[in-house]
């Protein structure tokens, strides 16, 4: 749709959609490769970053799992 409304002139300043595109990683590229600003609804179990399904997940955090996070030692002179 933003390529159709490119090719009569209109400029396509945002695109806004649901999570039923939001989802779709090769949708955000495409508006990311045409660089057009964006604003989609996703799942909660979707990557922000479509580059995270071939990355090996993150270690959690210790303080991850309720307990507080460590405060930095002082430093020392």
């Known amino acids: 749709m933003p390529d159709e409304t490119r090719s009569w002139g209109?400029?396509?300043?945002?695109?806004?959609?649901d999570g039923?595109?939001?989802?779709?990683?090769?949708?955000r590229?495409?508006?990311?490769?045409?660089?057009?600003?964006?604003?989609?609804?996703?799942?909660?179990?979707t990557p922000r970053n479509p580059s995270m399904h071939s990355r090996a997940p993150r270690p959690t955090p210790a303080w991850?799992?309720?307990?507080?996070?460590p405060t930095p030692s002082p430093r020392r002179p």
Do not use: K
């Open 10 to 17: 209109i400029d396509v300043p945002q695109v806004i959609a």
């Open 20 to 27: 039923g595109y939001g989802d779709t990683a090769a949708f």
């Open 29 to 45: 590229l495409g508006l990311e490769e045409r660089g057009l600003d964006y604003v989609v609804g996703i799942s909660t179990t």
């Open 64 to 69: 991850a799992d309720g307990r507080s996070r």
